[in-house]
């Protein structure tokens, strides 16, 4: 059965880094992991994707192992606005059909 | 450009009753993916097309429920004979081909069966 969990919730307060990580055990090793940031009444907002290694943007960095059984999304220096809902989402292994993770629920406080 | 766009946003019906929910994605995306979120639950992941072509139906809850897409573009996703339990919001995702797979999601529609 795959599975692919997070932690149900976090808090932190402004200007702190961020660090949540998926546990995935059966994500396609050809097909990238993406994080998704979902407000309430609205649908997933893509934040990064990756394959391997580390990746950056202008918002975030995506951590995956050599092992791609996890990954862990860092948001640098989060604001009250960063509180949301946050997913990680994969292909299962040899098959057509994607799975995201629990979601971590991230409260920022001031 | 626009974005993936989803009608309608709401949708009450009575049980039994069937209902279409209907996905335009972003223009010139091939692949388009369907899934559902109950209420204050994760997403469950349902169909996934590449063209009008969807390999795997398996994901989808019951077989009340089925999934088409024409020209490639536009996707309805029917329930027939709803159920209480088919209370959630439908969101659709494009992309733009299989290699990048980054997921752009539509607003939903948020689905009340009476």
């Known amino acids: 059965l795959a599975k692919t969990t997070q932690p149900i919730s976090m808090d932190s307060y402004e200007g702190q880094e961020v660090n949540i990580t998926c546990s995935h055990n059966?994500?396609?090793?050809?097909?990238?992991i993406t994080w998704y940031q979902q407000f309430p009444s609205q649908g997933p907002r893509f934040i990064i994707q990756?394959?391997?290694t580390k990746v950056t943007n202008e918002v975030a960095s995506l951590f995956i192992p050599a092992d791609r059984k996890s990954s862990t999304l860092s948001l640098p220096r989060v604001s009250l606005s960063d509180t949301a809902v946050y997913y990680c989402?994969?292909?299962?292994?040899?098959?057509?059909?994607?799975?995201f993770g629990t979601g971590t629920r991230l409260k920022v406080l001031a | 450009g626009a974005g993936v766009s989803q009608s309608p946003s709401n949708k009450v019906t009575e049980k039994g009753k069937d209902v279409e929910l209907r996905c335009d994605p972003i223009?010139?995306?091939?692949?388009l993916y369907w899934y559902r979120q109950s209420l204050g639950q994760g997403l469950e992941f349902l169909i996934y097309?590449?063209?009008?072509?969807?390999?795997?139906k398996s994901g989808l809850p019951s077989d009340r429920f089925s999934a088409e897409r024409t020209g490639g573009s536009v996707s309805t996703l029917t329930i027939q004979r709803t159920q209480q339990e088919d209370s959630a919001v439908y969101l659709c995702?494009?992309?733009?081909?299989?290699?990048?797979?980054?997921?752009?999601f539509g607003p939903g529609t948020r689905l009340l069966v009476l």
């Open positions: 990756g394959y391997k």
């Open positions: 223009s010139g995306h091939t692949a």
């Open positions: 995702a494009s992309s733009s081909n299989r290699a990048t797979e980054t997921q752009y």
């Open positions: 097309f590449q063209g009008n072509s969807a390999p795997d």
């Open positions: 059966n994500i396609a090793t050809n097909d990238y």
């Open positions: 989402l994969g292909k299962l292994v040899r098959t057509y059909k994607y799975i």
